[in-house]
């Protein structure tokens, strides 16, 4: 990433896709937290992701939190599936961004419970992931380790992952 700033309206334009995806009893679980890059809070954000993260992420305009609320709004009954829902909002934002021009990047790489702590996330709630948004930079700028993985990766045969009938 470059390290330029993405605007409110670009992204908004993001988090609107994402307000759109499908989830059970239209319950839409879903939140974000983010920071842009020439905000106070950037620095806490990027505090939250492991060493190799915070080396690239470091150029992102955006750092966003995904969390999940747990609970249908309706009963406060638990629902099962508020990750999987917030995942597809996720999938919108990514889409979203990418058909913008911008790269948006998911990680796991980063310290769940103090983002919770830190970002005052109340219980109930389910930390999912983080994920960086920025202009795409040139991959000269990033260290030397890094340039190799920055291709397409492979993706399982069907028959990893589609099975008839049963578990196979």
């Not at 605007?7 to 679980?29: G, V």
């Not at 955006?62 to 597809?88: E, M, R, W």
């Not at 948006?104 to 830190?118: L, P, Q, S, T």
Request: hydrophobic share 40%; aromatic share 12%.
């Amino acid at each position: 990433m470059t390290g330029d700033e993405i605007s409110d309206n670009d992204l908004f334009t993001i988090f609107e896709s994402a307000r759109w995806a499908p989830s059970s009893y239209n319950n839409q679980p879903w939140r974000f937290i983010y920071a842009k890059r020439d905000s106070k809070e950037f620095n806490k954000f990027l505090s939250l992701l492991i060493e190799f993260n915070q080396k690239w992420a470091s150029k992102a305009a955006c750092l966003v939190v995904i969390i999940s609320k747990n609970t249908f709004d309706k009963n406060q009954k638990p629902s099962k599936t508020h990750s999987f829902d917030t995942g597809a909002a996720w999938e919108n934002m990514a889409l979203q961004g990418t058909s913008m021009g911008f790269v948006i990047h998911g990680m796991e790489g980063f310290d769940y419970e103090m983002a919770k702590k830190e970002l005052k996330i109340p219980e109930g709630y389910t930390v999912e992931a983080m994920a960086a948004i920025g202009v795409r930079g040139q991959i000269e700028s990033l260290p030397e380790e890094m340039r190799e993985r920055e291709k397409p990766s492979d993706r399982k045969s069907f028959s990893e992952i589609i099975m008839m009938g049963e578990f196979k």
